[in-house]
């Protein structure tokens, strides 16, 4: 039989087939069913248990009556369904070579394969790594022929986001001794992917680009729109573009991203790292250095938390690690980050807050009366830290706060939902006691000036801000180790004297 003889002298290998159909009414018409190819069996790269290098479902072709009286079978379309490529791990590669290089002659010429519903599995020997799965509705291939590369057409399904993805390009000449290493390149385009079928992000995502490779090495440039990207914890959106370079390991679908810059709002920053498979939970692990250099902390606000409009507005950097690990929770609440910042100059958006942190920097500063006549300063904050990041809680091992006149260094947590923060730590003013008001309160606080003098401050005192987001407080916190509040002083009314 024609079929199972070219294809066993193509693969070197056993070919199985369920059903055979010949009719010579309309011309030479075939049709079958249940195809299995398998490589090289002596010896076997798939020991124990042999699985098919190609197999289908269904197919059939036509092809003129003249063709019967040739060596060589010409069909111009074979029309498959449920296609199965099973690649070899590429530890198995060496046990290809068995198979014959030498230039063998086909006996059925095709000029294009259209496929239906075709599943393209990459397998692997390491260890917790499923095979690599590529689900493609719809494939068209063409100018096939052997020691040459065919054009394909063809539409992958993608799980999440949910979407198609569309991609033309070249795919070959076949590597008979080593499938992996078969050079593919081409183009791709990604549109009307729903960000929200990944639990705790929404937004609608598009993207083009081309790669370059092989199957086991594919180098991929590209980039991405999101209109309306959007956090669960903020609620709010905003635009979202990335271009990126990456490395995709086709022995085991991971992803190496080296940088991806990206710009949200009026805010720059760039990542890179590894997004890597993994079987327990399913799903992938997401390792990222990022780096904010022109950003700007409203931007990260408007995204990130609930606070309308963002508590505060200033340039801000920032240089993090970022881990998302696998499984179906929010990804808030999968995000882990560890890193430092600095926001400079920034000013509160709440001018009830701006207008006590002025009243606070003439005080401390030693000019009581400009605080008590409302002087509007409009004071810059600088304010840095080291984080972490986990469970939708930031942690801060340490916080430093600065306008003209005050010092504060404080450790503590915020919720990412902006209800509650608690932080304490120590405030150093330029001032001493007495010289931040007036009239008799100014006298009587002199004696006591010199108890909290230290290390060259005016004043050193123990603080504690607590509250929320849209209306902090401000305090002294004389008793902080014994967790109580019965020696808390408040700012806000000291402000007001």
Same mark, same amino acid.
């Given at each position: 039989?024609?079929?199972? /003889?070219?294809?066993?002298?193509?693969?070197?290998?056993?070919?199985?087939?369920?059903?055979?159909?010949? =009719?010579?009414?309309?011309?030479?018409?075939? =049709?079958?069913?249940?195809?299995?190819?398998?490589?090289?069996?002596?010896?076997?790269?798939?020991?124990?248990?042999?699985?098919?290098?190609?197999?289908?479902? /269904?197919?059939?072709?036509?092809?003129?009556?003249?063709?019967?009286?040739?060596?060589?079978?010409?069909?111009?379309?074979?029309?498959?369904?449920?296609?199965?490529?099973?690649? #070899?791990?590429?530890?198995?590669?060496? +046990?290809?070579?068995?198979?014959?290089?030498?230039?063998?002659?086909?006996?059925?010429?095709?000029?294009?394969?259209?496929?239906?519903?075709?599943?393209?599995?990459?397998?692997?020997?390491?260890?917790?790594?499923? !095979?690599?799965?590529?689900?493609?509705?719809?494939?068209?291939?063409?100018?096939?022929?052997?020691?040459?590369?065919?054009?394909?057409?063809?539409?992958?399904?993608?799980?999440? !986001?949910?979407?198609?993805?569309?991609? *033309?390009?070249?795919?070959?000449?076949?590597?008979?001794?080593?499938?992996?290493?078969?050079?593919?390149?081409?183009?791709? =385009?990604?549109?009307?992917?729903?960000?929200?079928?990944?639990?705790?992000?929404?937004?609608?995502?598009?993207?083009?680009?081309?790669?370059?490779?092989? $199957?086991?090495?594919?180098?991929?440039?590209?980039?991405?729109?999101?209109?309306?990207?959007?956090?669960? *914890?903020?609620?709010? =959106?905003?635009?979202?573009?990335?271009?990126?370079?990456?490395?995709?390991?086709?022995?085991?679908?991971?992803?190496?991203?080296?940088?991806?810059?990206?710009?949200?709002?009026?805010?720059?920053?760039?990542?890179?790292?590894?997004?890597?498979?993994?079987?327990?939970?399913?799903?992938?692990?997401?390792?990222?250095?990022?780096?904010?250099?022109?950003?700007?902390?409203?931007?990260?606000? +408007?995204?990130?938390?609930?606070?309308?409009? #963002?508590?505060?507005?200033?340039?801000?950097?920032?240089?993090?690690?970022?881990?998302?690990?696998?499984?179906?929770?929010?990804?808030?609440?999968?995000?882990?980050?560890?890193?430092?910042?600095?926001?400079?100059?920034?000013?509160?958006?709440? +001018?009830?807050?701006?207008?006590?942190?002025?009243?606070?920097?003439?005080?401390?500063?030693?000019?009581?009366?400009?605080?008590?006549?409302?002087?509007?300063?409009?004071?810059?904050?600088? $304010?840095?830290?080291?984080?972490?990041?986990?469970?939708?809680?930031?942690?801060?091992? $340490?916080?430093?706060?600065?306008?003209?006149?005050?010092?504060?260094?404080? *450790?503590?947590?915020?919720?990412?939902?902006?209800?509650?923060?608690?932080?304490?730590?120590? &405030?150093?003013?330029?001032?001493?006691?007495?010289?931040?008001?007036?009239?008799?309160?100014?006298?009587? $606080?002199?004696?006591?000036?010199?108890?909290?003098?230290?290390?060259? &401050?005016?004043?050193?005192?123990?603080?504690?801000?607590?509250?929320?987001?849209?209306?902090?407080?401000?305090?002294?916190?004389?008793?902080?180790?014994?967790?109580?509040?019965?020696?808390?002083?408040?700012?806000?009314?000291?402000?007001?004297?």
């Amino acid at each position: 039989m024609r079929v199972i /003889e070219t294809l066993s002298n193509r693969f070197k290998g056993k070919v199985e087939l369920a059903t055979l159909s010949v =009719s010579l009414v309309k011309g030479l018409e075939v =049709s079958g069913s249940g195809l299995k190819i398998y490589g090289p069996t002596d010896p076997n790269p798939y020991a124990p248990g042999v699985q098919a290098l190609i197999s289908l479902q /269904e197919f059939h072709f036509h092809a003129g009556v003249r063709n019967l009286f040739r060596s060589n079978v010409h069909v111009d379309t074979v029309y498959v369904k449920g296609m199965e490529l099973n690649i #070899p791990p590429k530890e198995n590669r060496q +046990e290809f070579t068995s198979m014959s290089s030498q230039t063998r002659k086909m006996s059925i010429i095709v000029d294009k394969f259209v496929c239906e519903d075709t599943k393209l599995l990459i397998n692997t020997l390491k260890p917790g790594k499923p !095979p690599l799965e590529f689900a493609i509705g719809d494939l068209r291939m063409k100018d096939i022929g052997a020691g040459q590369p065919m054009r394909f057409d063809a539409t992958l399904v993608n799980p999440k !986001p949910v979407g198609n993805i569309h991609s *033309t390009g070249l795919f070959g000449p076949w590597d008979e001794s080593s499938p992996r290493d078969t050079p593919v390149h081409g183009e791709y =385009s990604f549109s009307n992917a729903d960000l929200s079928t990944i639990k705790g992000i929404g937004g609608i995502l598009s993207s083009t680009g081309e790669y370059a490779g092989t $199957l086991s090495d594919i180098v991929v440039d590209g980039k991405t729109d999101t209109p309306d990207f959007r956090i669960a *914890t903020g609620g709010r =959106s905003a635009p979202l573009h990335t271009e990126f370079h990456a490395t995709v390991d086709g022995t085991s679908g991971d992803t190496y991203l080296k940088p991806v810059k990206a710009t949200l709002l009026h805010s720059s920053f760039t990542a890179s790292g590894s997004v890597t498979r993994v079987h327990d939970p399913n799903g992938h692990d997401v390792e990222l250095d990022v780096v904010l250099d022109h950003a700007q902390i409203e931007d990260l606000l +408007e995204l990130g938390v609930r606070t309308d409009p #963002p508590v505060m507005s200033g340039p801000v950097e920032m240089k993090t690690k970022l881990s998302l690990r696998p499984g179906g929770a929010d990804v808030a609440n999968r995000l882990q980050l560890a890193g430092n910042f600095h926001v400079f100059g920034a000013h509160f958006t709440n +001018e009830k807050v701006q207008s006590r942190l002025d009243s606070l920097s003439l005080r401390t500063q030693g000019k009581p009366k400009e605080a008590q006549d409302g002087v509007e300063e409009n004071v810059p904050v600088d $304010l840095r830290g080291v984080f972490t990041l986990g469970d939708g809680s930031l942690s801060f091992s $340490l916080l430093h706060f600065l306008i003209p006149g005050t010092r504060v260094d404080m *450790t503590g947590e915020y919720s990412l939902d902006g209800r509650t923060f608690d932080f304490r730590g120590k &405030a150093r003013l330029d001032a001493k006691l007495s010289q931040m008001t007036t009239g008799w309160k100014s006298i009587l $606080l002199r004696p006591v000036d010199r108890f909290f003098s230290k290390d060259g &401050a005016g004043t050193e005192i123990p603080v504690r801000i607590t509250g929320t987001e849209s209306a902090p407080h401000f305090g002294l916190d004389f008793h902080h180790k014994d967790e109580g509040r019965a020696g808390e002083t408040n700012y806000d009314s000291a402000a007001k004297r």
